[in-house]
């Protein structure tokens, strides 16, 4: 599916303050309908906090927000589920809390999506750590959002979990869902993400695909120019004094 | 909130150990209370030596008391464990077989006897302890200060009681006994008489110290008299009249059931709250229910449901297991189910406010430990067992925590006789209130860190 050009989400000069650290200094931003975003940045620069205000967890202290009325589905970085219920039992429970019209056929919807049908009726905890994530975002998905919200869903699995779960994520975005998702994988950014957004320390650093970012290293580091994504990212990032 | 009830009441179904501890807990509970309020106390077990000579009497004025019946009347006090030496005795208190040996040696009864002599020596027992640990060495101090008061005052009442016959004697006159013969007293009342009818025949010189003897005599009845019940008072001066500025007090097994109902309550509800609530930030899903799917409030208060319910349960369970020692008025059970649901509303509030406090459920566990188990021994304590400054403190922190106010509303609720159950039920719904209130102020932070 194309991406749209009406805006699915909004936010602008988004500020959070966590005592004096101020973690967000005006950002702005905005995401379409079915594209995908990578956030990127070193630690602390603010991608979690900008997930967690856009999917309603966290209150900003300032700026303004513009959200679909579908909802926007969050996917936390460490899977949120049950580990003493099923898969099936978490999901029904998700659904009925999210007021779906037929819980049930929710659950198959999701079981089928994720592929895990199978091991409807084994405990989460049993599962593997992917398994568990794709749980995890399948009932992200329970709502039918607009906008699906991933913060880094790809950690501690491994290369084969990976591909599996980006697959499935791309997916979505073929179907129309807008998927933002933060990460500290450059390379997975690079392919996963149609558009990055760079914060460091709250602050955003870039705004823009792939290429143009390395246009801008070409710019800024061009000593950097030729090297792999990850070290024209890191070069960039010092360039611009983080 | 139902599907999140039914979800807690999943979760507790898989974590097996904690179903049967929930299960385990008021059974072993109502087992113990049971034993304990439905068996008669033990007697301490003491080893006894009686080393005085068959026939020795005790000597009370011209009368002599047996002193045969003494092992009779401290076995009735005692489980008498009857040795035949010194050595045996001290042997059965090391080893622990008995709590202390009472050895009654032979020159008791001399001793006694020569308090009424001129050179009166000091009766004494012998008591062998084994005073491990201050505890013990209080206990067997209480048990053998007790035997010992009631053998005194029973010594005491037949002196007293011997004392008095005299006084009778020298009063109204009569007959006793001397190495055999039989000996005539006149008495005062006699002798008065005797000098009235003398006293026309007395010549006009002598009547006025005739009249001083005869005033003197009249004197010496009349305050004799007096004394005879003095002297029976003198065996036990203060007698105890006791009257209560409390409510009716609760039989003790009522009050033993109340006991185990509210620490059982208590522990069950408080820990699966605060555990519950704890589990949330534990499994993530915290973040995931309060962005959007349920109130923070909400959440709250479908812990304190899901405390209430289980803690209801486990409660009449307990009663349940206890009325087969006991004997329970459930013609009361519409009291019970308040102040079960009251009591645990306001334990579930507090545990919702300490599973939100500390976030974790190990450390949630341990808290509620730390707090619930030296909260719940405070409210036991009497007024008058501490200094008054302490045990203000006492009710100071005691009526902050919902245990006592709970024990209250279980106990007006078991007794029938009892106080009313108002006040304690109004003092637990503030409870709920102030709790459900910490908690949510706590949930802010639990979000955000």
Redesign the interface.
Known sequence: MEVGTEAALEARRLVKR?GAREALRGIDFSARPGERIAIIGPNGAGKTTLL?IL????RPDGGELNLPEA?LG?V?Q????????TVE?NLL??A???QREEPRAAVEEMLELTGLTERRHE?VARLSGGNQQRINIA?GLLARPLALLLDEPSVGLDPRQRARLWGFISGLGENGTTVIFSTHDIQEAERYGQRLLVLADGESLFDGSAEELRDAVRGEAPEAAGSDFETAFVAFLQHRGH | MRWLLLKDLQILRRSPLQALLLLAYPILIALLIGFAISREPGKPRVAFLNEIPAGARIAAGNGKLPAVGVDERICKQVECVHVGSRAEAAEKVRSGEVLAALILPADLIDRLNSLSTLHPETPRVEVLVNEENPLKAQVVDDRINALLGQANLFIAHQIAAEGGHDLELVIDGGNFEVLGRRVEILGLRGSSRILQQLRPSVPAALREPFDQVLRFMALSRDNLDVAAPLIDRLAQPIAVRTHSTSSPVPPLDVFAVAVAATLTLTFVTLLLVAGSLALEREENTFARLTGGLVSRSGLLAEKIGLGVAVGLVVTLLMLAGVQLFVGLDWSRFGLWLAAIVAGAAAIAAAGAALGAAARDVRAVSLLAFMIALPVALLSLVPSGAVGATLYDAIRVLTAVFPFKPALQAMTSALDSGGAGIGSPLIHLALLVIAYGALARIALRRFATV
């Open positions: 966590y967690s999917s309603g967890t966290v909802g969050w936390p460490q899977a949120a589920l049950y580990r003493r219920l039992e429970l998700f009925r809390l999210e405990l009932i």
